[in-house]
């Protein structure tokens, strides 16, 4: 199975930038769809940027379109997460997660669609 390992949270002030970093290990790294998400204390998880496990194709939920930027390197098998220009609201617990199977267009956004998780990694964004 694919297990997923984050890094990069941490504390930034508003307009900062951190950059998450998630390694899988398991099957072939180009085979999977990576996502991001999010989830603020008292909120349900959300979706915050995929990336298509062939071309190379991304999407953003709207919060963050233009400040934050999905990446691939499947050498390393990591993705990444650029943070440009942190809001207090980006303030969350962050998830990379994993599907191998299932349609991108329809699939990208939905947590169900997801067939593995990391543990998360703290970031906190001061005012």
């Known amino acids: 199975q694919v297990q997923l390992v984050e890094s990069g949270g941490g504390l930034v002030q508003a307009g900062g930038s951190l950059r998450l970093s998630c390694t899988a290990s398991?099957?072939?790294?180009?085979?999977?769809?990576m996502g991001w998400f999010r989830q603020a204390p008292g909120k349900e998880r959300e979706f915050v940027a995929a990336?298509?496990?062939?071309?190379?194709?991304?999407d953003y939920v709207n919060s963050v379109n233009g400040r934050f930027t999905i990446s691939r390197d499947n050498a390393a098998n990591t993705v990444y997460l650029q943070m440009n220009n942190l809001k207090p609201e980006d303030t969350a617990i962050y998830y990379c997660?994993?599907?191998?199977?299932?349609?991108?267009?329809?699939?990208?956004?939905?947590?169900?669609?997801?067939?593995?998780w990391g543990q998360g990694t703290q970031v906190t964004v001061s005012s």
């Open positions: 990336i298509n496990r062939g071309f190379g194709g991304t």
């Open positions: 398991g099957p072939i790294f180009s085979w999977l769809t």
């Open positions: 997660a994993a599907y191998t199977q299932g349609n991108w267009v329809e699939g990208r956004k939905r947590i169900s669609s997801y067939d593995y």
